[in-house]
C-alpha cells in the first residue's frame, strides 16, 4: 500500500465494542491481569501499556504513522515541538560534546544550544546554511588543522539543523551531510517540520533523527500541541529513557486529533503548496516587494537543490517589504484575510513579522546574520481560495504603500 493508504489505515487495534473510529483512551494508567504481568511489563520482557506517561495507545498510533510516514524505525511522541527538539539533543549529548548546527534556526532552538545546553559543557558551532562541503566539514571536524579532537574543541557529536529553514527558507545540502556524517561518525539530526514527511524524508537522505512539531502541519488547523522525533531505534531508546522519566508526554486526546490528522495530510500539503507557489510568483512580480522567497520560485538561490531532495516547496513564503517596520504594521492593518499570530501550518493564511516575535529575542548581530530584518513577514499559506488570498495581499500592499508615502509626505511637510 502507498503512505496516503496507511496513513489512514494504520490504528491502534479494535476493542470489543467493534468501533470504527479509534477510541480516545483518556486514562492515567493501565490495569495488570495479573502480578506477573505487572513484573513482566515493568522489566520489558513483555510489552503493553503501564503508565500514560510512558505510552499510550493514542500515542503509539500516532507514532507509528509518523515512522511509516518518515521510513524511521521507531519514534516517541511529546507535548509540543520544542519538547522533541530539546529531547533529541539532551538524550544524546553530555559535557564535553559538540553540537554544530545550521545558524538559521528557529528562536527557541538557538535559545536551547546557547543558552541551555551550554550551561551543561555541551559547545556549539553555527554554520551558514549555504556554506560548501569543505566549510562544513572544517566546522565538524574537531581541529582544522589536525582532524582530530582537541580538549577546547572536540568532535562534533551532533549536527542539528533545518530545512527549509524558519524564517528564511534557507536550504541544507542533506546528501551532502550524509557524506561527512559518514567520514566522521556525528548523529545527523534534522527539523523536518516545514516540508513534512510528504515532501522530504531526511532519514532516506541519510539523516539520523527526523523531529517535527506536529503542531504544526500534521495537526493543520490550531487546534493541539505535539511533538515528534523518529529515527533508528539505536538512538530512539535513550530519548525514550530520557522523555520517559522526565515527562515530556503527549497527551491522549492531543495524539488521537493529530492522528486523524494525518490522514488529511497528504490533501491538505497538496493545497498549501499549489496556494503558496502561486501566492509567491503572484508577490514576486508586485513592485512593492523588496524580496520573495520560496524554495520552488526558480528565482531562490537553492532552487536546484530544492527540486533535489524535495518533491514541493511547502507552504512557506517569506518576503520583504521596504519601509521597515512601519510598513509592516500598515500591510498588516490593511489585511482582510490573513490572520497575525506567531504560529504556522494553519488551515488558515497567517502572517508574522519574524523580527518582533518568533527572533525577538536574538541580538541584533544574530538577526542580521539570518537575514531577519524589521521588513522581513514570514507567509503560512493557507487553503483559502488562491484568488482571494492574491486579492487580499495585492489591496494591503497598496494600501499600505500610500499610508507610507503620506506618512512621508507629513513629516517632509512638518
Known amino acids: 500500500m502507498k503512505k ?53 495507545p493514542n500515542v503509539t498510533e500516532f507514532v507509528d504513522k509518523v515512522c511509516m510516514l518518515e521510513n524511521a524505525e521507531d519514534g ?22 559538540h553540537i554544530v548546527a545550521c545558524r538559521a534556526l528557529f528562536g527557541s532552538a ?15 558551532t553555527y554554520v551558514d546554511a549555504t556554506a560548501t562541503e569543505a566549510e562544513w566539514e572544517e566546522a565538524i571536524k574537531a581541529n582544522p588543522a589536525t582532524g582530530t579532537a582537541t580538549a577546547d574543541r572536540p568532535a562534533a557529536k551532533m549536527v542539528y539543523l533545518e530545512t527549509p529553514s524558519n524564517p528564511g527558507l534557507e536550504l541544507v545540502d542533506l546528501a551532502m551531510l550524509a557524506r561527512l556524517k559518514e567520514k566522521y561518525g556525528f548523529i545527523l539530526n534534522v527539523d523536518n517540520c516545514f516540508a513534512t514527511p510528504l515532501l522530504q524524508t531526511p532519514i532516506d537522505l541519510g539523516a539520523d533523527l527526523s523531529v517535527h512539531s506536529a503542531t504544526k502541519f500534521m495537526d493543520g488547523q490550531g487546534r493541539v500541541l505535539g511533538g515528534i522525533v523518529v529515527g533508528s531505534k539505536e538512538l530512539i531508546q535513550p530519548i525514550r529513557f530520557f522523555a520517559r522519566h522526565t515527562g515530556p508526554s ?41 524580496v520573495v522567497k520560496y524554495p520552488f520560485l526558480p528565482s531562490h538561490p537553492q532552487y536546484e537543490l530544492a527540486k533535489q531532495q524535495m518533491s514541493a ?22 489585511l482582510e484575510i490573513a490572520t497575525l499570530s506567531s504560529n504556522l501550518g494553519d488551515s488558515r ?9 518568533t527572533h525577538a529575542k536574538l541580538k541584533p548581530e544574530e538577526k542580521a546574520a539570518l537575514g531577519i530584518t524589521p521588513g522581513l513577514i514570514r507567509i503560512s499559506v493557507g487553503l483559502e ?7 487580499d495581499f495585492t489591496q494591503a500592499l497598496e494600501k499600505s504603500a500610500d499610508v507610507v508615502a503620506a506618512d512621508v509626505v507629513k513629516e517632509n511637510v512638518t
Request: aromatic share 8%; charged share 20%; net charge negative.
Open 4 to 56: 496516503q493508504t496507511k496513513a489512514i489505515r494504520i490504528q491502534t487495534p479494535k476493542s470489543g465494542n467493534r468501533e470504527h473510529s479509534v477510541p480516545l483512551y483518556l486514562t492515567s494508567s493501565f490495569a495488570f491481569e495479573s502480578a506477573e504481568q505487572g513484573k513482566a511489563l515493568f522489566d520489558e520482557t513483555e510489552d503493553g501499556n503501564i503508565y500514560s506517561r510512558f505510552s499510550n
Open 76 to 97: 516517541i511522541a511529546t507535548g509540543t515541538g520544542m519538547a522533541a527538539v530539546f529531547a533529541s539533543m539532551a538524550a544524546l549529548l553530555k559535557s564535553g560534546d
Open 110 to 124: 538557538h535559545q536551547i544550544i546557547t543558552q541551555i545546553l551550554s550551561k551543561w559543557g555541551i559547545t556549539h
Open 250 to 290: 503527549l497527551s491522549p486526546f492531543n495524539a488521537w486529533v493529530l492522528s486523524k490528522s494525518l490522514e488529511t495530510l497528504d490533501l491538505r500539503m497538496e493545497r498549501h503548496c499549489r496556494n503558496a507557489l502561486a501566492l509567491a510568483e503572484a508577490l514576486d512580480a508586485h513592485p512593492d516587494v523588496a
Open 313 to 334: 516547496g511547502g507552504a512557506i513564503v517569506t518576503i520583504e517589504l521596504e519601509g521597515g517596520f512601519d510598513r509592516v504594521k500598515s500591510f498588516f492593518d490593511s
Open 349 to 357: 493564511t497567517i502572517v508574522t513579522n519574524p523580527n518582533t516575535t
Open 385 to 391: 481560495a488562491i484568488e482571494d488570498l492574491i486579492a
